[in-house]
Nanobody
Framework: VQLQASGGGLVLPGGSLRLSCAASGRIFSIDNMGWYRQAPGKQREVVAVITRGGSTNYADSVKGRFTISRDNTKNTVYLQMNSLKPEDTAIYYC???????????????WGQGTHVTVSS
């Protein structure tokens, strides 16, 4: 199983980006999916999480600006980021709790990270 993230880049303050993360492999089902970020010199923090049923939770710092969504038919999670601020600059990682075909237990997987830089 692999998670492949994409969509990062350089954006001006106030701009928007959309991140995507697709899970591939022998997947039976996926429970929670989420986005985390790690800024230089800081610990990794949760940005947003979405359940299989579509319930969402956000970090206070991104509420009202970021929207997490998922397409269960494509095993993909998205993060729409609007009104970006310089303090949103970080490496963004996707995460998923995955049940693999033929495996008895759910496992936690991480994507490779995608850079988001908000700067003028």
């Amino acid at each position: 199983v692999q998670l492949q993230a994409s969509g990062g880049g350089l954006v001006l303050p106030g701009g928007s980006l959309r991140l995507s993360c697709a899970a591939s492999g022998r997947i039976f089902s996926i429970d929670n999916m989420g986005w985390y970020r790690q800024a230089p010199g800081k610990q990794r923090e949760v940005v947003a999480v979405i359940t299989r049923g579509g319930s969402t939770n956000y970090a206070d710092s991104v509420k009202g600006r970021f929207t997490i969504s998922r397409d269960n038919t494509k095993n993909t999670v998205y993060l729409q980021m609007n009104s970006l601020k310089p303090e949103d600059t970080a490496i963004y990682y996707c995460n998923a709790d995955i049940w693999q075909e033929g495996r008895p237990a759910r496992q936690d997987y991480w994507g490779q990270g995608t850079h988001v830089t908000v700067s003028s």
